[in-house]
């Protein structure tokens, strides 16, 4: 509430004039003053609870973004994980094909060498 005593010396040295202890004004700003604090005590409360919601909106928007978050990256870590497989696979039927070629050249080497022996043996013999 406000002094009584500094409202008088500031209108005293602000404008001249004087006002008594019971000057009508004086009451007129007392009950200025309990309207003044009942609205502040309603914009204290209704801040409060806008501060409230915003903390409870503030937290859902977190949860939800951390859910995305966690979903995008699973989501990428499968995408990653399926490239990769179809990278080995690809890398395992390459080697795959190498090893038959591999088969093939060495058994016609072996097959090459068996007859060539044959054919100087025939050469040899007769």
């Known amino acids: 509430m406000l002094d009584r005593k500094s409202i008088i010396n500031a209108v005293a040295q602000k404008h001249g004039i004087v006002l008594g202890e019971d000057d ?3 009451s007129f700003l007392a009950v200025h003053d309990v309207v003044l604090d009942e609205y502040r ?3 204290e409360h209704a801040d409060k609870s806008r501060q409230i919601q ?3 909106v503030l937290d859902r928007v977190s949860s939800q973004t951390v ?3 966690t979903a995008a990256v699973g989501k990428e870590r499968e995408r990653f994980l399926r490239e990769l497989q179809s990278v080995l696979d690809v890398e395992r ?3 795959r094909a190498e090893g038959k070629v591999m088969s093939i050249i060495l058994w016609s080497i072996i097959v090459s060498s068996a007859l060539l022996s044959v054919y100087l043996l025939f050469f040899v013999i007769s």
Do not use: D, G, N, T
């Open 24 to 26: 009508p004004i004086l």
């Open 54 to 56: 915003l903390e409870r």
């Open 67 to 69: 859910k995305a978050l």
């Open 41 to 43: 005590e309603r914009f």
């Open 93 to 95: 039927k390459s080697r």
